[in-house]
């Protein structure tokens, strides 16, 4: 079977870290994009974070950059997403997604995680 298996989320105080990892089961990612996507409370979904490695292009939201970093690791097939500096406002739900192009796009992703709660909150 095909999927995404996302783990690392919780709830964590203004100021924490978080990791969220993202592994690929039934499947390689190859050098498709990965990315990390999420979804606040009555909000689209948007995307924070991808990396292709064809090119070593690394893209991250204004609302993420210099908080957060993505990473991959090609012998565990995972993708991961190191947080820092948390906010309240990055409460949401965050999925993680591979594709072939490199965009925020959500409909350009083929295959995407269950998506995992991370709320940040004192």
């Known amino acids: 079977q095909v999927q995404l298996v996302e783990s690392g989320g919780g709830l964590v105080r203004p100021g924490g870290s978080l990791r969220l990892s993202c592994a690929a089961s039934g499947f390689t990612f190859g050098n498709h994009v990965k990315a990390w996507f999420r979804q606040a409370p009555g909000k689209e979904r948007e995307g924070i974070s991808f990396i292709n490695t064809r090119d070593d292009d690394i893209y991250y939201a204004d609302s993420v950059k210099g908080r957060f970093t993505i990473s991959t690791n090609n012998a565990k097939d995972t993708v991961y997403l190191q947080m820092t500096n948390l906010k309240p406002e990055d409460t949401a739900i965050y999925y993680c997604?591979?594709?072939?192009?490199?965009?925020?796009?959500?409909?350009?992703?083929?295959?995407w995680g269950q998506g995992i709660q991370v709320t940040v909150s004192s």
């Open positions: 997604a591979t594709g072939p192009v490199a965009t925020t796009i959500d409909t350009y992703y083929r295959t």
